[in-house]
């Protein structure tokens, strides 16, 4: 039975509350932001710097027209590369300690590199459904949240196919994809429980 479980998630498609929901169920631990905080307390960087650059390619950012921070020509080590080490360091950590549901980060490759089993979920929705799911916390309407939404997506993309060489959202990669949009969150929950067997 493999209880460590890993949520990846198109950004708005609710895989957050999936994940801490079935964590709630399964009572284990959740990491997602505990993630962030931990290497906020590792690294020395702002939370702000570490929740955009943890998880989003500061390689889109030139492509998107945003720039970093920083530019990591100063330092020894590029700042996003360094983020991605502690934060592999927390997951498999957390992963090690016992069963947990982890959000994001590359968690399923990072636990599959490190040999440890788990069950890997990559949740989906379409457009419409992502713009209400986050309408109430991103003050955007229309074809700009449209784009918001697919900007967030393809620095998550290209952060995912930069550290594992893979592409993200591909099946060869989950043990379970689910569309949230289509047949909703409960039964997401519902049916991640049921297959690793609780």
């Not at 710097?49 to 950012?61: N, Q, R």
């Not at 498999?92 to 890997?120: H, M």
């Not at 290209?158 to 689910?178: A, E, I, P, Q, S």
């Amino acid at each position: 039975m493999k209880k460590i479980i890993t949520i990846s998630r198109e950004f708005g498609s609710g895989g957050h509350d999936i994940g801490m929901e079935v964590a709630k169920r399964l009572d284990i631990p959740f990491y997602d932001h505990e993630i962030v905080d931990k290497a906020v307390a590792e690294s020395g960087f702002t939370k702000e710097f570490v929740e955009e650059h943890g998880e989003y390619s500061s390689l889109s950012s030139v492509l998107l027209g945003t720039s970093a921070p920083f530019d990591s020509y100063y330092y020894a080590e590029d700042p996003q590369d360094k983020i991605f080490k502690i934060q592999r360091r927390i997951i498999t950590k957390f992963a090690q300690e016992g069963p947990c549901v982890i959000v994001g980060r590359c968690a399923n490759y990072i636990l599959e590199q490190a040999d440890i089993d788990s069950f890997d979920v990559f949740i989906r929705a379409n457009i419409e459904k992502r713009m209400a799911n986050v309408s109430d916390r991103v003050d955007l309407k229309g074809d700009e949240l449209v784009k918001f939404l697919q900007k967030r997506d393809h620095k998550r993309r290209v952060y995912y196919r930069f550290y594992t060489k893979r592409k993200w959202g591909d099946y060869h990669d989950y043990n379970m994809m689910l569309d949230s949009g289509v047949i909703g969150k409960e039964n997401c929950i519902n049916l991640i429980i049921k297959a690793i067997g609780e």
